[in-house]
């Protein structure tokens, strides 16, 4: 008998177009989708929707969790034959998904299957009773603020032109695409404060100037010594940078650019920072990790607990004062302030 009932492909299929693409962030999308196109529709995708059942996604995430996907997705094959290394060649790198990726696998699944309930195809979701690996938590780096302070003497030194953009990562706890996508619009030299509401993203080889993820990231900060007079420090570079480029400069409002004015690849932001936290001799850390420090360099600068609060975007006073207990040496403090005065000069 024939049935209206779809397949979980076709289900997903629906599903990533018609509720992921339109409302939901490009990245968003190209994830769902990913997980979908390369796990989700191979191994499940011919099941009827209403007959799955935990069971069988229990089996699947199982199986996705110790299958190498290199083999699977014939990634050593993809590649000229003189290039080929591994599982193409009959030695299996065993490139199996991390704890962390069977996770979001699973995850996306789960988020299909709850709107296949919301639009009544299933009476209970799946997805939901399953049991996986635990995540082992990678433990954060942090630099202490004499690390960061050399890293920030060293960008200053060099007149580096995302020396602000450091500063911002370092003092603020903005996120690189946050840093990256910020305009002149968004700051405000006289008022000493910054507001945050766009990022810079390469999603799928499309550099996109969008909103930020959700509105909890949106906020207007209080901008501290450091940050303003290394902001207007930048300002006085683009102005240089757009004399000396001449025609072959292009407007795009952003606050750190290349030299001729155009966006910043985030992957070269990243590149960057790694150059110079070799040439400052500091212990290599990614950008999304200099976040954690930035709570301990307010501390030291004498930043008010309530203007750290906001700048730190904590919920609870309480939480901001846990982490001023923490102070470093008065040293390592004189040096930090000395840092920003050394700037308004």
């Known amino acids: 008998m024939a049935t209206s009932t779809p397949t979980v492909g076709s289900f997903l299929t629906y599903w990533l177009s018609e509720i992921i693409q339109p409302n939901r962030a490009p990245l968003t999308y190209a994830t769902y989708e990913t997980f979908v196109r390369r ?7 011919a099941k009827r929707l209403d007959r799955l059942q935990s069971r069988d996604v229990q089996t699947w995430i199982n199986q996705v969790a110790r299958t190498c996907q290199c083999c699977a997705q014939g990634k050593d094959t993809a590649r000229p034959k003189v290039k080929r290394r591994c599982c193409a060649v009959g030695r ?7 704890a962390r990726t069977v996770s979001d696998i699973r995850a996306a699944l789960r988020a299909a299957l709850t709107h296949a309930q919301a639009e009544d195809l299933i009476a209970k979701n799946p997805a939901v009773a399953i ?7 990678r433990r954060g780096k942090s630099w202490s603020s004499d690390e960061a302070r050399r890293f920030a003497e060293s960008a ?3 007149e580096d032109p995302l020396y602000a ?3 911002l990562v370092l003092v603020t706890g903005l996120r690189k695409g946050e840093a990256l996508g910020l305009t002149w619009e968004d700051v405000d030299l006289d008022a000493g404060e910054l507001t945050i509401g766009r990022q810079l993203q390469r999603v799928r080889g499309q550099l996109l100037h969008r909103d930020t993820k ?4 949106d906020a207007t ?3 501290p010594d450091i940050c303003l007079t290394a902001l207007t420090l930048r300002s006085e570079q683009r102005d240089e940078a757009r004399a000396a480029a001449g025609k072959a400069w292009h407007e795009t409002s952003l606050v750190f650019t290349t030299r001729y004015g155009t966006p910043i690849e985030p992957r070269n932001f990243q590149r960057s920072w790694q150059t110079r936290c070799d040439r400052a001799n500091v212990t290599p850390i990614t950008v999304h990790d200099a976040r954690r420090t930035c709570a301990t360099l307010l501390a030291d600068l004498d930043v008010h607990p309530r203007v750290a609060m906001q700048v730190l975007r904590h919920a609870r006073f309480s939480v901001t004062m846990e982490i001023y207990t923490q102070v470093s040496s008065k040293a390592t403090r004189d040096a930090l302030k000395r840092l920003g005065e050394s700037l308004a000069q």
């Open 214 to 217: 959700t509105q909890a990231s």
């Open 221 to 223: 900060l209080p901008l």
């Open 165 to 167: 953009a450091y500063a």
């Open 131 to 137: 049991t996986l690996a635990t995540i082992r938590r």
């Open 92 to 98: 299996c790198c065993q490139a199996v998904p991390s």
């Open 39 to 45: 796990y989700i529709a191979p191994g499940l995708g």
């Open 156 to 158: 200053r030194h060099d």
